[in-house]
């Protein structure tokens, strides 16, 4: 912005020190958001109206594409453990190959970075625009409180979704992997439903709900956030969905690590 | 949009609320391959402008950079964590962790998490910046002035990328094995000298891994830019245009993980 | 000599322009009038081949705009000045990079003349010191008089105006007619204005064309419009409306 010159060490000191304040902005905002979400959980203010229509838009919009993601993750997945067991001969382990890092890990995060996707980034989207439009401040001005009307809804409703696609998701690959199995590997289908039941325990499902819950709150959070600061017009939307969805990726993947550190 | 639905006999409206899918979709992969073979002709046949394309390197690379380091860190960590907690209960023997890691990596995660990450960052900013050019008319101002939308704005974000793709799983194997010696290390007591074993890795995981970048550099900007340069409309349309690069661009990578993954198995067999 | 026949377009398979008829004669300046929405910045962008039409044809001097391959339209359009409605400048450029643009395309003129050229078009629309600005730093009137420097710099023998005044205080507007004139009695420039600016189109075009939801009402010279007896064109011409409200 300035045009005077700067010796290169301050430029560099400046562009850390900007990047760090953006950064902190970011978090701060995000914070007050969930101080904000948790004044309204006790007691618990949810327009059910406004809830419902947002679930029915959120499940039919990414069921699709959850559908589609999970049942090539779980053909992806068998195919990778199928190089391993083809070489070791033991094809009695590739349901529990496929479905242990399925369950656990690949699932969550593919479904929640198609989620943050699908869903975070339309979010992010239609906040924004209302708020360019003014429409949020319309809301305020009517003395309806943002927070309470449009975020509450959507945290509640993408944290519900996000449980039931993985769950969907986690069947729908382990059909995925058996197709793979069967028509590409050539290992019977009854073989690795066989391993996926013996070898697959319910810790290892839970697991992956845990984290569906997580990233279901993390990305709704982050998208309101994002959303309800857009600021410049057409522009300004398209800046703040990409904020959106690469704070949603980043968020997912500290938080499956803290979840897997905890809960091994 | 269509015509007052509730009017049709039922069987009309289930043929309607299956087809409808299926004709968006085909008209969606339509554009694409459209834009993906006029990109393919300007780009062997129009001239190169290498300031854009070492900006577009500039900015899907470098700026790149440190979100990959982000992401793919916490992603080594996270599966050395799972297979060695896996390895102890079963076996015990946490030998073959590091080298069995790397050829994972190098086979699906590393080339896949990163075009996801690629799709979510620099796809959603390709098609942002795109679909605000065309609400803001300049998208017509550079046809005005015979500059073709493809051959100007796609090309060198095209070039940029599969350059960029390259290289950031090259980068991301590497952030990804160290963050995950880090956690072999201080949690399972593995040392380093037995975490960095190349035995396994072959030319067949290079190979894999670096196809798999090198087309998935080569998808996402074509989806992106596509899904930017049919924007109408005004914020909203550019708000739905990012969100559209973002999905189309990451099922791409997912559909073409499989085939690649499934070809690489038949290629494996055969060998 | 720029003719426009039968030309419709649809829109989710309503028709937003119905069987538009229009002819510019070289030299004569058209003024487009009409409320918002009703299809002018579309016919604009027909007429330049950024739109394809459903039916009908465009010629100009006597080649037909859908009909020209990619290098034949190309050589077209740099005949053909455009100043958009958004400014439409590129935001990735700074002014002078903006106005040089049209010429690099052309590629006919060295880095040397192109730089005496824009600082030429800078000096003109009175800007002459914001070459290295970028166009977001740029209050609106300055955008819009950078837009034409850009539109005009290749010295182009047709020029549209998409409402050139849009949301300007009226000093700045008067600068910018000030200019459009400049282009008619100087470059002789055949022309096409949009303008909500009944008073400021006035002094410019010779010839107007009233479209009203997607169709033409209206299109004669000044005092064919000045003697009808058309509601439209008379609330239009003498800026009232003698509608109740509603």
């Known amino acids: 912005m300035a045009s005077e010159i700067k010796p290169i060490w301050q430029r560099v000191l400046n562009n850390i020190g900007d990047r760090f304040m953006g950064w902190s902005f970011e978090v701060g905002g995000v914070s007050l958001l969930v101080w904000e979400i948790m004044r309204n959980t006790f007691p618990p203010k949810l327009d059910g109206e406004e809830t419902w229509r947002n679930m029915y838009k959120v499940g039919v919009k990414s069921f699709p594409i959850v559908v589609v993601t999970a049942l090539l993750v779980g053909a992806i997945m068998v195919i990778q453990s199928g190089m391993y067991i083809e070489q070791y001969g033991a094809y009695g382990l590739l349901g529990w190959g496929a479905g242990y890092s399925v369950f656990r890990e690949v699932g969550p995060i593919m479904i929640g970075l198609m989620f943050s996707g699908r869903v975070g980034a339309n979010n992010t989207a239609e906040l924004g625009t209302m708020k360019v439009t003014d429409q949020i401040d319309a809301l305020r001005a009517l003395a309806i409180d943002p927070v309470r009307y449009l975020v509450m809804p959507r945290v509640f409703t993408m944290i519900v979704m996000m449980f039931l696609l993985v769950v969907v998701g986690d069947f729908v690959s382990l059909l995925g992997g058996a197709a793979t199995s069967q028509y590409l590997l050539g290992v019977d289908m009854t073989l690795f439903a066989w391993s996926v039941i013996t070898y697959v325990s319910l810790a290892d499902f839970l697991h992956g709900l845990y984290k569906a819950v997580a990233f279901g709150f993390a990305i709704a959070v982050i998208s309101c956030h994002f959303g309800l600061n857009t600021s410049g017009g057409a522009v300004g939307v398209g800046r703040s969905v990409n904020a959106s969805v690469v704070g949603s990726a980043i968020a997912i993947f500290i938080l499956d690590y803290l979840i897997t550190y905890l809960d091994t | 949009m269509a015509a007052a639905p509730e009017r049709m006999p039922l069987h009309h409206r289930m043929l309607a609320s299956v087809g409808e899918p299926v004709i968006h979709v085909a008209d969606t992969v339509k554009g694409i391959m459209r834009t993906f073979a006029l990109t393919l002709h300007y780009t ?163 190979n894999i891994c670096l196809t798999k970048a090198l087309v998935f550099g080569a998808t996402i ?51 | 000599m720029i003719e ?73 359009r740099f005949r053909i000045g455009m100043l958009f409605q958004n400014y439409a400048l590129f935001d990735f450029m700074n002014v002078a990079d903006n106005i040089a643009f049209p010429l690099r395309q052309e590629g006919k003129l060295g880095e040397d003349e192109i730089a005496a050229k824009v600082q030429e078009q800078l000096d003109s629309v009175d800007l002459p010191t914001i070459g290295h600005q970028f166009p977001n730093e740029l209050s609106g009137g300055m955008k819009k008089r950078v837009s034409f420097a850009r539109a005009v710099v290749p010295e182009p023998p047709i020029v549209f105006y998409d409402d050139p005044t849009a949301g300007l205080d009226p000093v700045t507007s008067s600068k910018i007619f000030l200019l459009l004139k400049a282009m008619r009695d100087e470059k002789g420039v055949t022309s096409v204005t949009i303008s909500h600016d009944i008073e400021g ?36 011409w003498d800026g009232f409306s003698d509608d109740e409200l509603g």
């Open chain 2, 44 to 206: 062997l046949r129009g001239r190169k402008r290498w300031d854009a394309i070492f900006e577009q390197l500039h900015e899907i690379g470098n700026r790149s950079v440190i979100f990959i380091a982000f992401t793919l860190g916490f992603l080594g960590m996270i599966l050395i964590y799972q297979a060695g907690y896996q390895a102890m209960k079963i076996t015990g023997d946490l030998q073959l962790l590091g080298g069995l890691f790397l050829q994972l990596l190098l086979r699906v995660f590393a080339p896949t998490i990163t075009a996801m990450m690629l799709a979510t960052r620099v796809g959603s900013g390709m098609a942002a910046q795109i679909g605000s050019m065309v609400v803001t008319e300049q998208v017509d101002a550079l046809r005005m002035c015979a500059a073709q939308p493809v051959d100007y704005l796609v090309v060198p974000r095209f070039l940029a990328s599969i350059v960029m793709s390259v290289v950031l799983t090259i980068f991301a194997v590497l952030v990804s094995y160290l963050a995950g010696a880090m956690v072999a290390n201080t949690a399972f007591g593995v040392n380093f000298y037995t975490f960095f074993d190349m035995s396994f890795v072959g030319w067949f995981d290079v």
């Open chain 3, 4 to 76: 426009v026949h039968n030309v419709t377009k649809l829109h989710f398979g309503r028709p937003v322009l119905k069987d538009i008829t229009l002819s510019i004669p070289e030299g004569s300046n058209l003024g487009l009038i009409g409320p918002g929405g009703a299809g002018k910045s579309l016919l604009l962008k027909i007429i330049c081949g950024l739109v394809v039409p459903d039916e009908g044809t465009v010629t100009i001097d006597g080649q037909d705009v859908f009909e020209l391959d990619e290098i034949e339209i190309a050589k077209l």
């Open chain 2, 221 to 271: 900007p074509v989806i992106a830019c596509q899904a930017g340069l049919i924007v109408t409309g005004g914020s909203e349309g550019v708000g739905q245009a990012t969100t559209t690069a973002v999905v189309n661009c990451s099922l791409a990578v997912v559909i073409l993980d499989f085939v690649i993954s499934g070809l690489g198995y038949v290629v494996l067999n055969l060998l």
């Open chain 3, 201 to 236: 189109i006035k002094d410019i075009c010779d010839n107007f064309a009233l479209l009203d939801r997607g169709e033409l009402i209206f299109w004669g010279s000044r005092d064919e419009v000045e003697s009808t007896d058309l509601s439209l064109v008379r609330q239009f």
